[in-house]
């Protein structure tokens, strides 16, 4: 097998960058692939000036920008370092101008690179300006035609044949410019044009193409929904007519210049194929939520490469039109065949992977369906499999770092902790300890992560994880996300370190000037075993005299800077670090984002908890709402009230906690004390609120989400919610688990007004089931990824093709096969294929640097 695997180790374009800074001297000839790379990857996310392992990309470019090739005419190596000086001021730069700024630097150099190309081969000279790839010896007979010539994959477009720079210069609004860049630009879709229909011939329930002409097109807002937009195409054929639309929500399509772009881009005449379901409406017959592409221009009769085959459907642009794609991917396909590929060829038999040339291929113009998912499998396999060998690559060198504490399993602190525990420990609590307890062991720092449901008890896991730490002679921080929740481990934790005489304190936002001066003399000389805190704990001044331990909770919560900030709190070693979470999420995505810890999950809630009845209601229950809750507390207990807003808003017709408050306290429950809680009262305020609750002078607490972690009220028995279609179901089951905490029966009452059938299929997952992985599984179905974990910071990789809801058997093959791999050789020295494309894979799905 590793014969096979080496033979495959052909020369790979250098991609990672020196290590030093100095000047490029101007007889080293340009990297053209690799600034080309660091252009794309800057505009993949954003132009944000991305920070690599060494350096910015401005200052990347910058750099490497600074000394023009002397082959250069004198006009283009002025325009060299007018570059160059613009990159240095890039940070300055507005996103348009970055983006200009980006586009025009790779149209430039794919010209230098032919001005470079060119003139060293009619010289025949030998100084290193030749491109990277190696360049066939021109024949001694007259030279190939355009057409003949074998196409090089980092070749310009403009070489590609029936192209030239006019359409590359189109293209290249696509971020298009190399025939590499071409073929991986995958289609966002496939139309299956064999199964055409006449639009007299459509049944409703049936997916179908139909292709027709635009007889008119409109684009307009709606006259009863300000926030709705309506595309409306009437397209005819030789059998009838039909009315397709598509709706729009958002300000961003009520502009006017969107809608007329829009009309653009269907003028009447023109030729359009639309995908869809089939159904009736009060018009007739249409298509649901058509896919609508254009397939020539006005007048035009189709070309056969689109008939009668698997159409890739591309995303597109303003002056780029389907035919243009399709033609420059037609031209380029030839080039896949000189595409080297890194996966070893056992590899690639023992899990059925298509090689990478026909995947390539394929993906663009499949012969058929089954072809179609062979090349998708391979591809999304490839984006899985670097993004775990990167991951894993992570989680080696991670352990090959030595920390400082090595920490004893059991002690005198940890037996007392056991007996002063009024309950048992789950055996999922106790199979939790043993993995940490065998890693603070080992000479490497832990990396591990908790899930647990709400309740599960991952606060009593953390605190041994604490005592086995302070028994050996070391301190530990912990770190939560809100002041509410820091709180309250302080309190659980003072509870427990007051009998086994240990000091603990909390340093927050809100601590004294005077009482913070003293948390910090104290940490330095050690007196202090234990510092629970906010984001306060990674605070310039807060230093640790022997740091072996970091318990962050509700990790997803802070980013990778700040967690790494407060590990780097240990002056003395890298301390271990356990991370937790209440928030379970899927394997699939805990693999993507969590690849490099090691994952434990408590899967067990502790005996005796009764299930929490959850039940869906919509506007006509709400009297029976209001009356089980005024049984409630006429019993003694206690009631939350949730909505998703602080202040009535204008835009949205939902209910606000301050509205509420005032209504159900005047209103509805005059008789009882009804309390309000959210994010924009101050910590004295929240504090207040929160405590006379908990000492039940307040029956009903109005919340916002500010109440979903750190409330912890046994006596609370019912949670209402309003407008629950608003929020997604791991978020709705984490404000769930703020009821059920004591003995009694709890309730949980998801009051919605959505009429939407998927609204209520949503919220028939929580009334069926208690389990939050299951749960978070079928958020991450309905909701998809990036919105489970909250699109902002989600920390998800950018995937071409791949979906975590859709090919999760493909991840665990990806993962399986990159663990091989790592356990064969960690470096992947012996694959330098593999290896090199390990390198600019990985940094382009997680937003890293090529330029580093």
Not at 279 to 300: A, C, F, N, R, W
Request: aromatic share 6%; hydrophobic share 40%.
């Amino acid at each position: 097998m590793e014969d096979a695997i080496e033979q495959l180790a052909l020369p790979q374009p250098e991609i990672v960058t020196p290590t030093s800074t100095a000047a490029i001297p101007s007889s080293s000839p340009p990297d053209w692939v690799r600034l080309q790379k660091a252009l794309a990857v800057e505009a993949e996310h954003g132009f944000n000036d991305l920070v690599g392992k060494q350096s910015r990309f401005s200052e990347f470019l910058a750099q490497s920008l600074q000394q023009a090739p002397e082959i250069l005419p004198s006009r283009d190596r002025s325009r060299w370092q007018e570059m160059a000086g613009q990159f240095t001021n890039y940070s300055d730069l507005s996103f348009a101008q970055r983006q200009h700024l980006v586009a025009d630097t790779r149209r430039f150099l794919y010209q230098v690179r032919q001005t470079c190309e060119r003139t060293n081969q009619s010289s025949g000279a030998e100084n290193g300006l030749a491109a990277l790839e190696p360049k066939p010896k021109p024949p001694k007979t007259a030279p190939l035609a355009e057409s003949q010539r074998a196409i090089s994959p980092d070749e310009p477009l403009t070489y590609l044949p029936g192209i030239g720079p006019k359409n590359a210069e189109r293209l290249a609004k696509l971020g298009l410019y190399t025939v590499r860049d071409l073929l991986f630009y995958y289609p966002r879709d496939h139309i299956d044009y064999a199964r055409q229909v006449q639009i007299r011939d459509l049944e409703a329930g049936e997916t179908v193409t139909l292709v027709g002409t635009v007889k008119r097109c409109t684009c307009f807002n709606s006259p009863r929904n300000a926030k709705l937009t309506i595309f409306e195409l009437v397209v005819r054929d030789r059998s009838g007519q039909i009315k397709l639309s598509r709706f729009f929500a958002g300000n961003r399509y009520r502009n006017r210049g969107w809608q007329e772009q829009q009309k653009r881009l269907y003028p009447p005449g023109v030729v359009i194929a639309a995908s869809g379901l089939v159904k009736q409406s009060k018009y007739g017959m249409t298509l649901e939520d058509p896919e609508i592409e254009v397939l020539d221009h006005s007048g035009s009769s189709i070309e056969s490469v689109i008939v009668g085959r698997v159409v890739p459907i591309y995303s597109l642009t303003e002056g780029v039109g389907a035919d243009l794609v399709r033609k420059a991917v037609i031209a380029a396909l030839p080039a896949a065949t000189r595409l080297d590929d890194p996966l070893p060829e056992p590899l690639q038999k023992q899990y059925e992977l298509t090689g990478l040339a026909e995947a390539i291929a394929h993906i663009h113009f499949p012969p058929d369906s089954a072809a179609l998912d062979m090349a998708r499998r391979r591809l999304v396999f490839d984006e899985f499999f670097y993004l775990q060998l990167g991951l894993l690559k992570r989680r080696q060198s991670q352990r090959q770092t030595q920390a400082s504490a090595i920490l004893a399993p059991t002690g005198q602190l940890i037996d007392q902790l056991y007996e002063l525990l009024p309950f048992q420990l789950t055996g999922a609590q106790q199979r939790v300890i043993n993995d940490i307890l065998n890693d603070l062991q080992q000479p490497a720092p832990m990396n591990r992560l908790v899930q647990g449901d709400v309740g599960s008890g991952k606060t009593v896991v953390a605190v041994v994880a604490v005592l086995a730490a302070i028994q050996a002679g070391y301190q530990a921080a912990l770190m939560a996300p809100t002041e509410v929740l820091a709180e309250q481990h302080y309190r659980k934790l003072v509870s427990w370190f007051n009998l086994m005489h240990l000091p603990v304190e909390l340093l927050t936002g809100s601590t004294k000037t005077a009482k913070r001066r003293q948390i910090h003399a104290q940490l330095q000389t050690g007196e202090l075993p234990l510092l629970v805190g906010t984001h306060a704990l990674i605070e310039d001044p807060v230093t640790f005299q022997r740091l072996g331990l970091v318990v962050i909770d509700e990790q997803h919560r802070f980013g990778v800077q700040q967690r790494a900030r407060l590990q780097q709190k240990g002056v003395n070693g890298i301390p271990h670090v356990l991370t937790m979470t209440a928030t379970p999420i899927p394997r699939t995505l805990a693999l993507t984002l969590h690849g490099d810890l090691d994952v434990s999950q408590i899967d067990e809630l502790p005996p005796g908890r009764k299930p929490i009845q959850t039940t869906a209601l919509t506007a006509s229950d709400r009297t029976q709402a209001y009356e089980l809750i005024r049984r409630q507390v006429a019993q003694g207990r206690q009631v939350y009230v949730v909505l998703p807003l602080v202040d009535e808003s204008e835009k949205l017709d939902l209910k606000s906690a301050i509205e509420e408050h005032q209504r159900l306290q005047e209103q509805i429950f005059p008789e009882f004390q009804i309390g309000l809680l959210h994010g924009r009262m101050t910590s004295a305020e929240k504090e207040e609120a929160i405590n006379q609750f908990r000492d039940n002078q307040t029956q009903i607490l109005v919340s916002t989400t500010v109440v979903e972690v750190g409330v912890d009220v046994p006596n609370a028995t019912v949670m209402l919610i309003e407008h629950a279609e608003r929020f997604g179901l791991s978020q709705l089951h984490q404000l769930r688990g703020r009821v059920g905490r004591g003995a009694d029966q709890a309730f949980c009452l998801l009051m919605s007004s959505s009429k939407a059938e998927t609204a209520r299929q949503r919220l028939k997952v929580l009334e069926q089931s208690q389990d939050g992985f299951f749960i978070s599984e079928m958020d991450m179905r309905f909701r998809g990824p990036g919105e489970v974990l909250g699109t902002r910071q989600s920390g998800l990789p950018d995937f071409a093709l791949a979906s975590l809801v859709e090919d999760q058997a493909v991840l665990e093959v990806a993962r399986e096969a990159a663990e091989k791999a790592i356990a064969k050789d960690a470096t992947l020295d012996r694959w330098p294929l593999m290896q090199a494309e390990l390198e600019y894979r990985y940094q382009r799905l997680m937003g890293g640097a090529i330029f580093t």
